[in-house]
Each structure stands twice: as C-alpha cells, then as structure tokens.
C-alpha cells in the first residue's frame, strides 16, 4: 500500500509561480513511476508529468511543456511540481499519483495510488 500526500498549493497571480510536493509512504518508491494530474472543475482529469521509474525519463503535457518541471527525491520519497509563468487556465485541483513498475503513461487509470489533491487557483 502507498500512501500519497500532496502539498503546496494556493493562490498565486498569472505569471507567478508554485512548487507542488508529493510525499509518499508505506512501500518501496523508486521503482513507481510518479506522475501529476490535475482537474477543473467539470472537466476531466487531464495528464500534467510523470517521471519513470526506468531510465528516469520526464514527461510533458504539450500545455506545460516549458513552464513546469517535474523531479524525485528517491531518498526522500518525494515527487516534486515546480510550475512557473502560471496562467489562469492551470487553476485546478493536483493530484500527485504512483504506478509501481509501470512504466510512464497519460491514462490516469493506469495509476494505482493517488493522493488527496491539492488546490492551484491562478488570478489574471
């Protein structure tokens, strides 16, 4: 079992930035691939990054691409989400996610474990 946590969210203006922690517990973590989601309000949960466990590989939605870094602390059994140049399009609930021995992917139901979310409200 994993147990996720999430922290770091807030309100932020257009153009600032924030940094998104996941702590994870309860198993081992570096062979999980890690990623981030995140959802809107009425809309679906949508791809943000995620970090392979094989190879440690990053991996971008096109519309973060350049402006969010995702990075792991194997020791700390931590995923990180550094967002710069917010917009007010990236306001969302973020969750942080695990597949163990998974290797990266899009698809939020490939993912075993996630945590409880964490608030993105970006003002223009």
């Known amino acids: 079992q994993v147990q996720l946590v999430e922290s770091g969210g807030g309100l932020v203006q257009a153009g600032g930035s924030l940094r998104l922690s996941c702590a994870a517990s309860?198993?081992?973590?570096?062979?999980?691939?890690m990623g981030w989601f995140r959802q809107a309000p009425g809309k679906e949960r949508e791809f943000v990054a995620a970090?392979?466990?094989?190879?440690?590989?990053?991996y971008y939605a096109d519309s973060v691409k350049g402006r969010f870094t995702i990075s792991r602390d194997n020791a700390k059994k931590s995923v990180y989400l550094q967002m710069n140049s917010l917009k007010p399009e990236d306001t969302a609930v973020y969750y942080c996610?695990?597949?163990?021995?998974?290797?990266?992917?899009?698809?939020?139901?490939?993912?075993?474990?996630w945590g409880q979310g964490t608030q993105v409200t970006v003002s223009s």
């Open positions: 309860g198993r081992t973590f570096s062979s999980d691939t």
């Open positions: 970090y392979s466990w094989s190879g440690g590989g990053t």
């Open positions: 996610a695990a597949r163990p021995r998974g290797s990266y992917s899009t698809h939020f139901y490939e993912y075993d474990y």
